[in-house]
Structures are given as C-alpha cells and as structure tokens.
C-alpha cells in the first residue's frame, strides 16, 4: 500500500541516511521515491535479486535474512530508521543478498535504485555516511554469525527484543511465534521454551500475538553480549551522523546498567 505524494523533506528527518542528504537533493529525490505502509510479514526484497529499489524505513523495523542454496534461512540483521536496505546500489552493485521482510509495521520511505548513485558520488558528507553505516552493518553480521552459533536461543531471543525496541522505542508489538521461529532459525516449540522462561522471569508478557517487554533493564540483562556490542557502535554511528532522534539514544539503551554476563551463554 502507497501513498502517491510522499512528504519526502518531513519524513527525511526520521531516517538518519534521508537526514544525511542534502535539502537541494532531496527535493530533486521526491520525485523518484513513494512512501509505504508496510504490514508485518510483508516482503520487502527476495535474496539474490536486483536492486530496482533502496527501503529506508521510518518507523518499521526490517529483518534482512541470510540464505544457504538449500534453503535455509536465517536473520543475519536488522534495519530499522538508523538504516537502508539495498544500500549496495549506491556502490553500482546490483543483487542484495538478503531476504529483507518487515516485523515491525509501518512506514518505508522506497526510492528508485538508479537515483541514488548520483547523490552518492556528488555528496561527500552522504558517503561518509553510508560508509559508516556499512560498518555498522558488518558488525552487525559478524555479531550474527557469533550469536547464531554460540549463544542459546532465549539469550538471542531476549537480544532480538531488545534490539528491536532500540529502533522503535516500543515495548508492545506484534509478532507471532513462528516469525520469531524464522528470526531465530529453530523450531517453533523452542522459541515457545525461550519464551516461556522470559515470562516466567517477568521480563516479558505475550498475548494473543502481541508481545510486551515489562522489564527493559531485566531483559537487556538477559540478552546476550551481543546486544551490547552491535549497539555501543550504533549509538557511535547516530551520535557521528547527528542523527540524535534515534529511538536509541532517546531511550534508556545506551545508559541500560548492565550486570556481569555469565558465562553459561553456550548452547
Ligand atoms: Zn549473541
């Protein structure tokens, strides 16, 4: 769903790379880009395929999946207003090998592919942007394969939560179990265990397909280091970006007392 006449100057300012872009660049963008209303679930790009279009979400949280050719899938990333996906276009690279799906509703700001090049070789301060925010992202990944191998599920799961209202500074979304099956690449009857113990600890309530967490600090306590890493350099990146209106900086994530991981974070 779309609307055609996207107020691309306003909603610039609530996606730290649309922020990064100059005003006179922007207006010129307008044209070439329409504002979405994305649905939980909703696929935004299929791994391996073209880019004929860069999603900077506003308010949606996006999971970028990685593939193997048997089919296997797992989240390898998460994008939320901090970033882009498709961002290889503006390098003149053209497949993004992600399956990028939204899990948290809401709006994406979709620009064409062929008019991002140009603002990212005429604009200097842009690429450095991009630059840093593809450093954020690498970390991100190579957090990934860490987490995905060593670290038990409801650690990851508490993780994820955490991360995810570090992009939307909500505490109740929408979310079914066999999504998070997917995000976290296990069966559904072992996400239903990791959760069961989270509610057990009072750190998080589930209901009818909604999820709250109501216990932040709890919760970040019982995510794994991972959390810490992947966000110590995302609030590096929006304080570099000045991008200070970040659901991240403007909640308690970065300033969350943490207590000693254990070490009992092996599967
Ligand atoms: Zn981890």
Redesign the pocket.
């Known amino acids: 769903m779309f609307r055609e006449k996207p107020q691309l100057l306003s909603l610039s300012a609530h996606n730290a790379l649309l922020a990064g872009i100059s005003k006179e660049r922007l207006r010129i963008l307008a044209s070439r880009c329409r504002m979405l209303e994305m649905e939980s679930g909703s696929v935004l790009h299929e791994w391996g395929q073209p880019i004929r279009h860069l999603y900077f979400p506003i308010d949606a949280v996006i999971s970028l999946f990685a593939s193997s050719p048997d089919g296997g899938l797992i989240e390898a990333a998460i994008v939320g207003c901090e970033g882009v996906i498709g961002w290889p276009a503006a390098i003149s690279q053209s497949k993004f090998c992600f399956r990028a799906v939204t899990h948290v509703r809401g709006t994406i700001v979709q620009v064409e592919e062929s008019a991002i090049q140009k603002i990212f070789y005429q604009e200097r301060s842009w690429r450095l942007i991009v630059a840093a925010y593809i450093h954020v992202f690498t970390i991100q990944l190579a957090?990934?394969a860490?987490?995905?191998n060593?670290?038990s599920v409801e650690?990851?799961l508490a993780?994820w939560l955490m991360a995810t209202k570090a992009r939307t500074g909500l505490t109740l979304f929408p979310i079914t179990h066999e999504l998070l099956s997917e995000i976290l690449g296990t069966i559904r009857p072992v996400v239903t265990v990791a959760a069961r113990s989270l509610k057990k600890k009072r750190l998080i309530h589930y209901q009818r397909g909604n999820l709250t967490i109501t216990n932040p600090a709890g919760l970040a306590n019982a995510?794994?280091?991972?959390?810490d890493v992947v966000h110590g350099e995302l609030g590096a990146f929006l304080m570099l970006c000045k991008f200070t209106s970040h659901p991240f900086l403007r909640g308690p994530g970065l300033a969350l007392p943490r207590t000693e991981k254990g070490r009992d974070?092996k599967r």
């Open positions: 957090q990934s860490i987490c995905n060593q670290h650690r990851r993780r995510a794994c280091s991972c959390y974070e």
